[in-house]
């Protein structure tokens, strides 16, 4: 770790940002093409913020599934990014109308939401804070499925 913070401090990582949906979907105001718009705006200001590259498969929000074809989406993007993977909250916060209408709609603190996801996949994982790709198979589980009506 200390080897990809070396290089990220003096300039000499290559650094790219995968969003993989578009993010157009779950806005009560905004139309969804132009919410987006508004995600590819805010997702290439914080890839600029670090001088980053940004990998923008444009697949359409809340229709993900795990099929032949989003699987060989996410292969390439994988595949184009070989990734070595450090988040930063700053970049997070780069995508305001995610924050904000979250906040509006349901009360939701995005970055709390996040922050407690990802230490929860790092207890999993055996880190302090993973992301989740894939669901995995220990003992301290979550579900993933509604058990009370």
Excluded at 15 to 42: D, H, Q
Aim: net charge positive; hydrophobic share 40%; aromatic share 8%.
């Amino acid at each position: 770790m200390r080897r990809y913070a070396y290089k990220i401090c003096t300039g000499r990582a290559r650094v790219t940002i995968v969003v993989f949906t578009n993010g157009s979907i779950g806005y009560l105001v905004i139309r969804p093409e132009k919410m987006g718009a508004i995600g590819k705006t805010e997702a290439q200001a914080t890839a600029d913020l670090i001088g980053a590259k940004l990998i923008w498969p444009d697949v359409a929000e809340e229709q993900v599934f795990p099929d032949r074809g989003h699987r060989a989406i996410m292969v390439d993007v994988l595949h184009e990014a070989d990734p070595d993977v450090i988040f930063k909250k700053k970049m997070l916060l780069c995508h305001k109308s995610q924050f904000r209408d979250m906040k509006d709609q349901a009360n939701t603190d995005m970055l709390e939401l996040i922050e407690t996801q990802s230490k929860f996949r790092g207890l999993t994982a055996g880190g302090k804070y993973t992301e989740g790709f894939n669901r995995p198979e220990t003992c301290r589980r979550g579900l993933t499925r509604r058990i009370l009506p």
